[in-house]
């Protein structure tokens, strides 16, 4: 007997958990430090991003529920943001 009418509980989508920083080029234009480090946790995160908010223009530290897998992704929540940063798309 096959459960195809059975409906799944929804699983809790992994978050996807990032720390970016910013410097400014000779034009004054913001750009990357470095690539966005993927982090294990939301203090993971924010520990990071207050270690490193003296060396860069600006630093964030954000989080949303993310699914590559099937390409869903929810709103960004922001953890922490110190200086300048770009606009988040």
Do not use: C
């Not at 946790?41 to 060396?55: G, N, T, V, W």
């Not at 989080?63 to 300048?84: D, F, H, K, V």
């Amino acid at each position: 007997m096959s459960n195809t009418g059975h409906v799944v509980p929804q699983q809790k989508m992994p978050k996807l958990i990032v720390v970016a920083a910013f410097n400014r080029d000779e034009e004054g234009d913001l750009k990357p430090a470095f690539d966005p480090r993927q982090m294990q946790s939301e203090d993971a995160a924010r520990r990071l991003a207050k270690m490193i908010e003296s060396e860069h223009a600006g630093v964030i530290a954000w989080s949303r529920e993310a699914n590559p897998a099937i390409g869903e992704y929810g709103e960004p929540t922001i953890l922490y943001q110190a200086g300048e940063v770009p606009d988040m798309e």
